[in-house]
């Protein structure tokens, strides 16, 4: 069974930089077929999906985030992580890490906030932008 932990700061501080990672146990990140999200909710507010990476290493970002986003990965660790700059207290919300969505395209994100898109979650983990 596929067990998915975010890890992480709790708190940021605006301007600076956001790091988490998913680690993965149970499925390999380098599976064929499959690919490994970061979903975000704000308070108040719908799924968002930030970006994916493939199991080829490939990433995928919605074009909103794309330009202070980052996906990437430790195949070693089986692990991946996301990464925000600039980050400001629009950006605080519970982020999640999950796998799914089979065949991903960032001209397709607007679906990726179906939660039906992906058949593993993590727990999630609260990110508060604050000074």
């Known amino acids: 069974q596929v067990q998915l932990q975010e890890s992480g700061p709790g708190l940021v501080k605006p301007s600076q930089s956001l790091s988490l990672t998913c680690s993965v146990s149970?499925?390999?990140?380098?599976?064929?077929?499959?690919?490994w999200s970061w979903i975000r909710q704000a308070p108040g507010k719908g799924l968002e999906w930030m970006g994916a990476?493939?199991?080829?290493?490939?990433?995928y970002y919605n074009p909103s985030l794309k330009w202070r986003t980052s996906v990437s990965r430790d195949t070693s660790k089986n692990q991946f992580s996301l990464d925000m700059h600039s980050v400001t207290p629009e950006d605080t919300a519970v982020y999640y890490c999950?796998?799914?969505?089979?065949?991903?395209?960032?001209?397709?994100?607007?679906?990726?906030?179906?939660?039906?898109?992906?058949?593993?979650w993590g727990r999630g983990i609260q990110v508060t932008v604050s000074s």
């Open positions: 999950a796998r799914g969505p089979p065949n991903p395209s960032s001209y397709r994100s607007a679906e990726y906030s179906d939660s039906n898109k992906y058949d593993a």
């Open positions: 149970g499925d390999s990140i380098t599976a064929s077929g499959s690919a």
């Open positions: 990476i493939r199991y080829d290493g490939n990433p």
